[in-house]
C-alpha cells in the first residue's frame, strides 16, 4: 500500500459528480482501512488469526 495510492482515490473522488463534505475526514477513512488490511494480513502471514486451534 503506497499513501499516493490513497491520494490519488481521493483525487479521482472529488473529481467525480458525487460530493465529498469532508475530504480530510474521506482521506483519513481510506487510509485507517488500509492500515486495518495490513494489520489483518500480517497477523495472518504470523498465524495469530488461527481459528482452528
Known amino acids: ?5 490513497v491520494f ?3 483525487v ?3 473529481k467525480s ?5 469532508n ?3 474521506y482521506y483519513t477513512g481510506i487510509l ?3 492500515f486495518e488490511e ?3 494480513e ?3 502471514e504470523m498465524e495469530f488469526c488461527n481459528i482452528t486451534q
Open 1 to 5: 500500500m503506497r499513501v499516493l495510492d
Open 38 to 40: 495490513m494489520y489483518f
Open 17 to 21: 459528480k458525487v460530493t465529498v463534505k
Open 12 to 14: 479521482r473522488k472529488l
Open 42 to 44: 500480517k497477523l495472518y
Open 23 to 25: 475530504p480530510i475526514a
Open 32 to 34: 485507517n482501512k488500509k
Open 8 to 10: 490519488t482515490q481521493l
